[in-house]
């Protein structure tokens, strides 16, 4: 019998020892951050018996861990039964290699369609190499260790307790100062390390700081689960030199000490695509680089996947979108005027983790392809053309079902090339795909309903803001 428990503190206790006995390979499923990151992924834990997955979900996407615990292939026949009564795709997200060799053995589950970005890997270390910097190949940490000692004096790392909040959040306060133009993300795990810091003590989490003068110039927050460090949470001030180096040795060491030599590796979670973290993470020189995969299963894109087709209507032509489109594509998706009727506003996407450039939303659409989570055209309106819209069928359901979706850049409205392209759209998804389509659009948006209802759907009702179509 699958049960479905909300996320709380209690629930996220009673899963605790099933957690830390599957020593988690990837971040995603610790205890820390699933507290972190609780806000804004409506975290859910689905349990049978002593096995469960965690749920979460990210804008319109829902997606699982792979069950852990006593029973895990029973387990996922439970999802596959869940999602397909609930009209929901199975996706897998955090999933390491490992897993997903299992998932891909897994006769119930194919096909399978799986993608990485680098930008999810986690940055893997060996403590005996962290908690020392010996070596040539630590000269430039240990250098700027030396600095701060020369600046502040030596770096003596204690343990945070909750007599040092208002200190904490003091230095968090002049930390937000030091980087303004912080993205949706930093924004959100800057939330995530306040609320970090007043996780229950049960929950095995503790921080440690570096102070000068009374004040708290640098700080970390992790966990051990099996034989690794997990910090999830390092902060310093850029006032004070060498403060970085100092704080994670030092609390790498002061987690060896706590441990007694339990630990191997050291986990450093991802970079979010930031090239300045990425340089920095690869200088403290990882044993491994681990990388993650999101896991999308009976997804119906498999049947084009790699070779989709040019598709040509009454005017319009729909094609692949290719790489020399990046430049056009990153238009269509920063024009937030245009967008707005779409119910999308890049600045608000919590996947654009740096400011966008030509590649940002291209890899991001090849990515998306890869896991089987949309089929992507461009409009033309000849093959060799311009791109001049996107046409998409995404949130495959484990039902059968699809959305249908289409936009034009505003130079090319009011042709009837968005009205073609859908028509279009619609009829592949049907025949090739095999799937019902579905559509939305918000009430103020009466073009695109003009558009929908002109291929056959019938409105069914409104939510979340938006008018819902079937086709007839």
């Avoid at 270390?125 to 000692?149: L, M």
Wanted: include cysteine.
């Amino acid at each position: 019998m699958l049960t479905v428990e909300p996320f709380s503190d209690v629930s996220l206790h009673r899963m605790l020892p099933c957690l830390r006995a599957a020593a988690p390979r990837v971040s995603d499923l610790t205890p820390g951050l699933l507290y972190m990151w609780q806000e804004g992924a409506d975290i859910r834990f689905f349990v049978r018996e002593d096995t469960f997955s965690v749920c979460q979900t990210a804008g319109d996407q829902i997606s699982f861990s792979y069950p852990v615990g006593a029973d895990p292939y029973g387990m996922v026949g439970e999802l596959l039964e869940y999602t397909r009564e609930n009209s929901l795709p199975l996706r897998f997200f955090a999933v390491d290699r490992d897993t997903l060799r299992v998932i891909g053995a897994d006769e119930r589950l194919r096909p399978v369609m799986s993608a990485f970005r680098r930008r999810w890997s986690d940055y893997i270390y060996a403590f005996s190499d962290v908690s020392t910097f010996a070596g040539r190949r630590y000269s430039g940490q240990r250098n700027h260790i030396n600095r701060f000692t020369k600046l502040y004096g030596e770096p003596r790392v204690r343990l945070l307790s909750c007599a040092d909040r208002p200190a904490v959040m003091a230095m968090l306060d002049e930390y937000e100062k030091e980087h303004p133009g912080r993205t949706l993300l930093e924004e959100m795990e800057l939330a995530g390390t306040r609320r970090l810091f007043d996780a229950p003590e049960s929950f095995g989490l503790f921080g440690a700081c570096i102070e000068v003068e009374g004040l708290t110039a640098a700080f970390s927050i992790g966990e051990v689960c099996g034989d690794t460090l997990f910090i999830h949470v390092e902060k310093a001030l850029r006032r004070y030199e060498g403060a970085y180096p100092a704080m994670f040795r030092g609390f790498v060491r002061l987690a060896g000490e706590m441990y007694g030599g339990k630990i191997a590796y050291v986990d450093r979670e991802d970079d979010s695509g930031d090239p300045g973290l990425r340089t920095s993470k690869l200088q403290y020189l990882p044993v491994e680089v681990r990388d993650k995969y999101l896991v999308h299963v009976h997804s119906p894109a498999f049947a084009v996947y790699g070779r989709l087709p040019v598709l040509r209507g009454k005017g319009v032509v729909l094609t692949p979108i290719f790489e020399r489109d990046r430049e056009a594509y990153l238009a269509i998706n920063t024009d937030t005027e245009n967008n707005r009727m779409w119910g999308y506003d890049y600045r608000e996407d919590i996947n654009i983790t740096q400011p966008p450039d030509a590649d940002t939303f291209y890899e991001s659409v090849m990515t998306d392809q890869a896991a089987g989570d949309s089929v992507n055209f461009a409009i033309r309106t000849d093959e060799d053309g311009p791109m001049i819209g996107e046409g998409i069928i995404w949130q495959f359901t484990g039902d059968g079902g699809a959305e249908i979706g289409c936009r034009v850049v505003p130079d090319y409205h009011g042709r009837g090339i968005g009205k073609e392209a859908f028509g279009m759209l619609t009829g592949f998804a049907e025949k090739t795909l095999g799937v019902r389509c579905r559509a939305r659009c918000l009430p103020e948006n009466t073009a695109s309903k003009r558009m929908i209802e002109g291929n056959g759907f019938a409105a069914t009702g409104e939510s979340d803001g938006y008018i819902r179509f079937e086709k007839r």
